[in-house]
Nanobody
Framework: QVQLVESGGGLVQAGGSLRLSCTAS????????IGWFRQAPGKEREFVGG????????YYADSVKGRFTISRDNAKNTVYLQMNDLKPEDTAAYYC???????????????????WGQGTQVTVSS
């Protein structure tokens, strides 16, 4: 089973940028679609975006479209979430996760993902 570790979170002012990393262990990482989710205090976890195992055809939630970009470097077993023009409403714990089977498409619901990282906190001040 793939194990994931997120990093790169922190405190940033509105309008700023952060790049989150999701690094995986295991040689089968390149076979798995990765999703990014976030959870703000008192709210349910929500889909942010995802990148297929093939690397093409990324998907984003409407709330982040045009500001966030997901990419992957399979040689480094890492998926990135580049976040630009951050807003206070982006404040949340961010999680990456693998689809529950290899070679699957991006899914929008968390039940379709099984291996999760521990999360990294992003705080955007106004």
């Amino acid at each position: 089973q793939v194990q994931l570790v997120e990093s790169g979170g922190g405190l940033v002012q509105a309008g700023g940028s952060l790049r989150l990393s999701c690094t995986a262990s295991g040689s089968t990482f390149s076979s798995y679609t990765i999703g990014w989710f976030r959870q703000a205090p008192g709210k349910e976890r929500e889909f942010v975006g995802g990148i297929p195992w093939s690397g093409g055809g990324t998907y984003y939630a409407d709330s982040v479209k045009g500001r966030f970009t997901i990419s992957r470097d399979n040689a480094k077993n890492t998926v990135y979430l580049q976040m630009n023009d951050l807003k206070p409403e982006d404040t949340a714990a961010y999680y990456c996760a693998t689809r529950n089977r290899p070679y699957r498409s991006v899914a929008w619901i968390e039940e379709d993902y099984d291996s999760w990282g521990q999360g990294t906190q992003v705080t955007v001040s106004s």
